[in-house]
Structures are given as C-alpha cells and as structure tokens.
C-alpha cells in the first residue's frame, strides 16, 4: 500500500510559526517573507484539509488540534536536531554544541534549579541550557541530555546516582508556633494539613508511623496542587505542610516556613542523576558535574553558585563537600 506523502515543508513553517507564535518571527528565522510563510500554511491546511489557525487582530493563534500536532512536532524535531548534531562532523553547528537539555521533575525545577541557573549562565554563556520541567515518566530520557529522577532506590539504584536526598517532615509558618519551638505531632492535628498529590509520603502514612490515627471527621484537610503552590500556601500561614526538605529549603533559610515538627527517621526518597550518554558534548558534561557541585555544596545560599566541591563520604554514607579554590 502506498504511503501518503508528507507535506515535509509545510510542515517546517506550521512547526516554526507554532514555536515562535508569530508569522513574522518565523519568516525572521526561516530567511523567507512573511508572505512565503503565510502561503507555506494555506497550503498545509488545503493539503490536510484542517484549518490550523485563527487568524486574529495580533497574528495567529493554534487551533485545539493544531496545538496538539505543534506539540508533536516540537519533539520530533528535537530529535531530528539532536541526531542530526551527533552525527555531523565536529564544529558544524556552534550553536547546536553549546546546547543542553535538562528533564527534572517539576517542583525540583522550581525551587532548587531556578534559583541556581543565573550563576551558571553567568559563568558559562556559551551554553544554552534548556530545561524541560516534567515528571520522568511523562518524558523519554534519551530524547534530553541530563535526566533528573525522583524516588526511592528501589526504582533508581543500579540505574543513576543519587543526587539530592530529602527529609520529608512539616512545615509551616512561624506565626503557627505560637512562640514555641516545636509542636508533637498530635498537636498538629489541631491545624490544617496541606496535602498535594505529588507529596512522597501522606499525612496518614506519617500520622500512623507515630501511632495516631488519621480521622479525617475531626481534622481540617486541604487539597493543594502542584506541590509548589501548596508551598507557598503554607508560607502564606494557611496550614501545615508534610514537604521535602530540598524544596522548602529557600523558605526555610529566608525565615518564612519552619519545621513543626522534626523528622528523626533517615531520608528514605531522593532525586537521581542518570548517565550520561555515550560521547556527551563537552557542555553537557560541564552541566552535569556542575549540578553535582550544586548538590554537594550542601551549606551554599540557593540564590549564588556554590564554589567547586570535593566530595568525601562521612560515617553515615551521605556525599558531604568541603570547599576548594576553583
């Protein structure tokens, strides 16, 4: 049977004017007029027979379908730019050299990495970082150059090398305290618990470790999600948190959140870095061991790049650094 023939440049300027949002932008990029771009869709759309934008007062704007295809699209061509630099001799993209994709879950993305990337974008310019907040089972790990996990070693060891563990415990802001330095955890009951569909453990998971039933007839429970708005929820005072330490870390040093009750029992959930692939680009391993520095520079402030670490092992097995002169 005979295949359909694919409208291959069409679909380039669709994927580009869907990319850019802008149909000048995309003859920009594209080294055609604006007029080329235009016909390029009409075409497109008379080839398949869907209508692929709305033509608006500002330009252009994705149809529901159109959007899904663009989405497509943007990965497959990912994967065409990325195969293609790999195989070409070395030099013949500076640009295609200089980038690297990062997947990490999406809250580690918010309040660990965000605040970290100004100061390596600051001492690497040449690099053009690209980071795709997603959890890792929603995306493929060899269509990105560093891939970021999460969970228990169960799932990762053998696999990928542990990166950052948490401690998981409560949080919430210190008006909650009342002056006082910490609550029990039957206290806690006393006050609305947060919970969010990404939390690692459960209030009653966490409850019932410590011989206290969870009786949702007689306590305030709050359905928060993502887990970085129920974050800062809890900053604002609406309630208490059961959170991962590495996320509320910039909270807790600013002084807005404080741990209600501390957890004792070793950190069990950690994120991982995954191996890089064979014959990385020299940028990709730069970032990779960068984010190791991060990581291991446990007592740098989350807003400033760490100074380069050595890594030693202490008694209980965790990575610890102490600082060394770049």
């Known amino acids: ?182 609550l029990t955890a039957r206290q806690l009951l006393a006050h609305p618990l947060i919970q969010s569909r990404e939390n690692a453990v459960s209030w009653e998971a966490w409850l019932g470790r410590r011989g206290i039933a969870l009786d949702a007839s007689k306590m305030h429970l709050l359905q928060i999600d993502p887990s970085y708005v129920a974050i800062e929820a809890a900053v604002n005072g609406v309630g208490i948190i059961l959170e991962s330490s590495i996320l509320t870390r910039e909270h807790v040093e600013a002084g807005r959140l404080v741990v209600a009750v501390p957890e004792t029992r070793p950190a069990s959930i950690a994120y991982w870095l995954l191996p890089l692939h064979e014959g990385a680009r020299p940028s990709v391993v730069k970032a990779y061991k960068w984010l190791i520095d991060q990581a291991n520079f446990a007592d740098a402030c989350p807003s400033r790049p760490a100074t380069r670490a050595t890594s030693t092992r202490g008694r209980s097995g965790r990575i610890r650094s102490s600082p060394t002169s770049a």
């Open 1 to 182: 049977m005979r295949q359909s023939r694919l409208p291959l440049r069409g679909i380039a300027v669709f994927a580009t004017v869907a990319r850019l949002g802008s149909l000048k932008a995309a003859a920009s990029e594209l080294n055609l007029s604006p007029s080329a771009v235009s016909h390029a869709i009409r075409a497109l759309e008379e080839e398949l027979g869907v209508e692929l934008f709305k033509r608006v007062s500002r330009g252009v704007r994705l149809t529901p379908d159109a959007a899904r295809y663009a989405e497509i699209l943007q990965g497959l061509f990912e994967r065409m730019r990325r195969a293609t630099a790999d195989i070409a001799a070395p030099g013949w993209s500076r640009a295609s050299a200089g980038v690297v994709r990062i997947m990490t879950p999406p809250s580690l993305a918010t309040h660990w990495l965000m605040p970290r990337l100004p100061a390596f974008i600051k001492a690497h310019p040449g690099v053009d970082l690209r980071v795709f907040a997603v959890r890792t089972a929603d995306g493929n790990a060899e269509d990105f150059d560093i891939t970021i996990g999460y969970g228990d070693a169960a799932r990762w060891r053998g696999r990928a090398r542990p990166l950052l563990e948490e401690r998981t415990q409560p949080y919430c802001a210190p008006s909650r305290l009342q002056g006082v330095r910490s």
